[in-house]
């Protein structure tokens, strides 16, 4: 299953890291060891941000995935789980069912 991982940076310690000129190797070498499907940079309220996008078989995968990012990025982490556009299309029957029921 998919999930958007939302990971906000404190900015005091993301002045820290920025700092370290090995910062974007280490980056990449995160997010090949969680395996990010993609990931895109940006602001989360006012603070560095990122989502990445990762897929989990088994929630129990959360706290590998998260922990480097707690630990080396001191991040806040949210988990969402998002569709693909080929998810949506297989779940076609059970939106009906449920139009059905509840609409």
């Given at each position: 299953?998919?999930?958007l991982?939302?990971?906000k940076?404190?900015n005091?310690?993301?002045?820290?890291?920025i700092?370290?000129?090995q910062f974007g190797?280490k980056?990449?070498?995160?997010?090949?060891?969680?395996?990010?499907?993609?990931?895109?940079?940006?602001t989360?309220?006012?603070?560095?941000?990122a989502?990445?996008?990762i897929?989990?078989n088994?929630?129990?995968?959360?706290?590998?995935?998260?922990e480097?990012?707690?630990?080396w990025?001191?991040?806040?982490?949210?988990?969402?789980?998002?569709m693909?556009?080929h998810?949506l299309?297989?779940a076609g029957?059970?939106?009906?069912?449920?139009?059905?029921k509840?609409g």
């Amino acid at each position: 299953m998919k999930y958007l991982m939302k990971i906000k940076m404190p900015n005091e310690r993301g002045n820290e890291n920025i700092r370290d000129p090995q910062f974007g190797v280490k980056m990449q070498q995160v997010l090949a060891e969680v395996k990010a499907e993609a990931a895109y940079f940006t602001t989360i309220d006012g603070c560095r941000g990122a989502y990445v996008v990762i897929n989990m078989n088994d929630a129990s995968q959360m706290p590998a995935i998260a922990e480097p990012f707690f630990m080396w990025l001191n991040a806040e982490i949210d988990f969402v789980p998002v569709m693909t556009p080929h998810d949506l299309g297989s779940a076609g029957d059970s939106i009906q069912a449920a139009v059905k029921k509840w609409g």
